[in-house]
């Protein structure tokens, strides 16, 4: 099974703060990585697929990063509507998700 | 657009059964693989099940092989989630998902169910 990790698992900033979240896998997946945000009591949403593919819609703001095992999310300058929890998703051999990572209002 | 709505959840005894629908609208639902993924309270997104667009392949995840069961219904935009011999640690809100082709990412989600086993 491919495990996934995330860090930090909370992270408190403020608006207008650059923000960085990073995803591990146990072995390599190539580039089939997934980032999607949830807010409290609602479903996910897909932000970025294939590692670095934004999701049509979603802000330019976010970018993703990475191949094989490591991989990063990173908000530009983050704003108010994007306090929740993020969460990464291999798709390489089955589906597993990292942990999540809660951005909290510092 | 897209549109998914699970129902079927409730309050339900271990060792019990249970069956979610997901009613799929807004897309060609027979091209598509379909997921279902769940959230106990409180924690992180686990992935369930998957359902070929044709309802001929189905993968689990291990925790629930040889209790829950995947179909879909094409001539009526529906999934099935049929869930045997419910374990308090099955309680979680379970999301409906759409696979962007099948075995890839999750494009589109409902608003999950709600499924509670306790005595």
């Known amino acids: ?106 | 657009q897209v549109h998914l709505v699970e129902s079927g959840g409730g309050v339900v005894q271990p060792g019990k059964s249970l069956r979610l629908t997901c009613a799929a609208s807004g897309f060609t639902f027979r091209s598509y693989g379909m997921h279902w993924v769940r959230q106990a309270p409180g924690k992180g997104l686990e992935w369930v099940a998957i359902i070929s667009y044709d309802g001929t392949n189905e993968y689990y995840v291990d925790s629930v092989k040889g209790r829950f069961t995947v179909s879909r219904d094409n001539s009526k935009n529906t999934m099935f989630l049929q869930m045997n011999n419910l374990k308090p640690e099955d309680t979680a809100v379970y999301y409906c998902a759409k696979d962007f082709k099948f075995r890839s990412y999750f494009d589109f989600w409902g608003q999950g169910s709600l499924v509670t086993v306790s005595s």
């Not at chain 1, 896998?25 to 999607?36: E, R, V």
């Not at chain 1, 479903?43 to 970018?63: M, N």
Request: proline share 5%; net charge positive; hydrophobic share 30%.
């Open chain 1, 1 to 106: 099974d491919i495990q996934m990790s995330q860090s930090p698992s909370t992270l408190s900033a403020s608006v207008g703060d650059r923000v960085t979240i990073t995803c591990r896998a146990s072995q390599s997946i190539s580039s089939w990585l997934a980032w999607y945000q949830q807010k409290p009591g609602k479903a996910p949403k897909l932000l970025i697929y294939k590692a670095s593919t934004l999701e049509s819609g979603v802000p330019s703001r976010f970018s993703g990063s990475g191949s094989g095992t490591e991989f990063t999310l990173t908000i530009s300058s983050l704003q108010p509507d994007d306090f929740g929890t993020y969460y990464c998703q291999q798709y390489s051999r089955y589906w597993t998700f990292g942990q999540g990572t809660k951005v909290e209002v510092k």
